[in-house]
Structure formats: C-alpha cells, structure tokens
C-alpha cells in the first residue's frame, strides 16, 4: 500500500473534520463550506427566526446560554458595524459607504503611483495600465454594492476623470473628449452595460432562478424578472429591482 503524501492526508483528515457540519445543525440554516471558510445564514422573517439562526450557532460552535436577542460565541457578542467577505465590505446599514471609500482611496493611490512612476504617458500605456490596475478596484463585484447616490456615483467616476489628465496630450481637453481619444467609456456606462450583462444570465437560467417568473402573456418575452415590493430605499436600488 502506497503511502499517502503528508499534505493530502492532511486535506483528507480536514475534510473528514467538517464535511458533516451541515449534519448537526438543528434548524436547517444555509451552511457553506469552502476549504477553511465556512458560512452561515439564514433569512430573518419572524422572531423566531433569530432564535433558530443562534441554535444552529451553538450547534458549531459550542453551548451558550445567551437569549436569541444577540448572537454570541461563548462570551464574544457576535456584532460589527462592517465585514468583510470575498474582497468586499459589508456594513450594517447596507450602504457600502466603508467599501467605497476604500476603493476609491486605493485607486487613487494607484493613479498617483503611475503619474511617479512615467515621466511621461502616451494614450496606449495609459489606457494598459488604467484598464489593468486601477478600474478593477472600481468595478470588482459591483453588482452587490454600486451606489445609487449621485455624490457616490460621482466620487467614482471622479476617479478616472483626474486619472485622464495624466496623459499630457490631453490635458486641455474636457472629461468627455478625453474619454473619446482613448475610447474608454465612463464607469457609469460601464456600471449599466454590466447590469445588462447579469440580466442578460439571468434571464438565460445561468443563475438565481428565484428571480424570475414565467409568464402567460402572449405578448413580450415569455420569462421576465420579478420585482418585489420595496418600502426601503436600500432595496428599491438593489441589483433585482433597481432596473
């Protein structure tokens, strides 16, 4: 019998370890499971929902006599006014505002990089190297928490206005006809076409199919995407119902 390599049977022994934590939860909470990051969550409709949610907490991570009220990992009360999960932040008031100021620092401070690292920049490299390290920063997963806000739209785009005029044959030109001798459209523009882009997926059954709804109409396209009633601000602009 041949000898298992020291790290895979280390990766056997891990997967062994959690591979039934969906198993032991009591409330059928949504667990994910990926490598050495693990989440969980649930919808909050009712009261008792919270209760079910610390329940299946305490079934991970230990008991805990703590009220549904809060939820709690032994004594750590388990709150926080942002997180961060896949590269973005999540903040309690679901306004993104801790996770745009952060990108858009970042992104200014790219720029700022490039403006004293070139000398001198001609449209072809700046266009490379806006394209390759700054927009990115602006645009990863924004989907989930692009603004709504002008003064935020704006701070946004503000970025790759100030980042144009680092080409020195364009500095007398306004914003647009900068934009025009690159052919670089604006992230306002960007930000619409790939909303369409994930309607578009949508609405071909790549993913979420919980936001369609078949339709009997003769007229029209047959699948359309359905649009809860909202009374908060923050939902009504979300990606599902703000188009």
């Known amino acids: 019998m041949s000898e298992v390599p020291k790290g895979q049977y280390w990766d056997h022994c891990y997967l062994s370890y959690i591979n039934d934590l969906p198993d032991i939860l009591k409330n059928d909470s949504e667990l994910y499971l990926y490598a050495d990051d693990t989440k969980m969550y649930r919808q909050i409709k009712k009261k008792e929902h919270t209760k079910f949610l610390h329940e299946d907490i305490i079934c991970m991570y230990g008991r805990s006599e703590v009220s549904h009220?809060?939820?709690?990992?032994?004594?750590q009360l388990l709150e926080v006014e942002h997180e961060k999960d896949l590269g973005v932040i999540i903040d309690n008031?679901?306004?993104f505002s801790e996770h745009l100021n952060k990108k858009i620092n970042m992104a200014n401070k790219i720029t700022g990089l490039i403006r004293r690292t070139f000398v001198s920049l001609d449209e072809v490299i700046f266009k490379q190297l806006c394209?390759?390290?700054?927009?990115?920063?602006?645009?990863?997963?924004?989907?989930?928490?692009?603004?709504?806000?002008?003064k935020?739209?704006?701070?946004?785009?503000?970025?790759?206005?100030?980042?144009?005029?680092?080409?020195?044959?364009?500095?007398?030109?306004?914003?647009?006809?900068?934009?025009?001798?690159?052919k670089v459209p604006t992230l306002a523009y960007r930000q619409a076409r790939g909303d369409m882009l994930?309607?578009?997926?949508?609405?071909?059954?790549?993913?979420?199919?919980?936001v369609l709804r078949e339709s009997d109409r003769t007229r029209g396209h047959f699948k359309r995407?359905?649009?809860k009633r909202t009374r908060l601000e923050k939902r009504k602009n979300s990606f599902c119902n703000s188009g």
Do not use: C
Not at 69 to 75: D, I, L, R
Not at 153 to 174: C, D, G, H, M, W
Not at 201 to 210: F, Q, T, V
């Open 69 to 75: 009220g809060n939820y709690h990992m032994k004594e």
């Open 131 to 150: 394209v390759a390290l700054v927009r990115p920063h602006l645009e990863y997963a924004n989907q989930a928490w692009a603004p709504y806000l002008v």
């Open 93 to 95: 008031r679901l306004n």
């Open 198 to 210: 994930e309607t578009f997926k949508i609405l071909s059954g790549m993913y979420d199919p919980e």
């Open 225 to 227: 995407i359905y649009k």
């Open 152 to 182: 935020d739209i704006e701070a946004i785009e503000n970025v790759q206005r100030r980042a144009t005029k680092l080409v020195p044959t364009l500095k007398n030109f306004s914003y647009e006809e900068r934009l025009g001798k690159l």
